[in-house]
């Protein structure tokens, strides 16, 4: 396989989550439009992971720096989160099981 | 910071998950003891999402090849997984944001 790349977003939301799933619903709405984007799969519970893959760092940096993306970062640090950290993973090595 | 790699566990389970939740809280529990070992975060709504850190890929082939981790993944093909993706990652850059 082609490398690519995988954010790994994990979170902690604050109390005050009004707002927040449409906005993170947007938000994955516009991610799918970027240049790169190969998939993203989230899930909350507890805590909320969120991964995204990309084709490379450069599609990462932009998509960082959409100016939609940084309005809700901005939004997301004033209110959402309580806590949350980004790891930026090269893939290296994958494989699946399907039972069919 | 060092580069370290994360193991991304995505997965779908069967309508047959007896026995499942034991399993995975066992394995989680024998995962904190191996070498290498460095965290674990996992959530599980729609679909489930584990994500493992390790020193090193030597630590996650040790862990993939432990005997009772082997008999899990063993039982987790035949019984609880319709399907899986498992994907090995060199974290390259992290940072985190704490709302204190």
């Known amino acids: 396989m082609k490398p690519y ?3 790994i977003f ?14 993170a619903a947007n938000m994955e709405n516009l991610a799918k439009q970027q240049p790169g984007f190969l998939g993203i799969d ?5 805590i909320g992971i969120t991964i995204s893959y990309w084709e490379n760092l450069d599609d ?8 939609d993306h940084l309005a809700a970062q901005k939004l997301g640090k004033e209110q959402w989160y309580q ?4 790891r930026v993973c090269k ?3 994958e494989y699946e099981f399907n039972n069919k």
């Open 5 to 7: 790349y995988a954010v």
């Open 10 to 23: 994990t979170s902690l939301l604050s109390e005050n989550s009004k707002g927040y799933n449409e906005m």
């Open 42 to 46: 989230t899930v909350r519970d507890n």
């Open 60 to 67: 990462i940096k932009n998509w960082k720096a959409n100016l």
């Open 83 to 86: 806590w949350y950290k980004v």
């Open 91 to 93: 893939v290296e090595r």
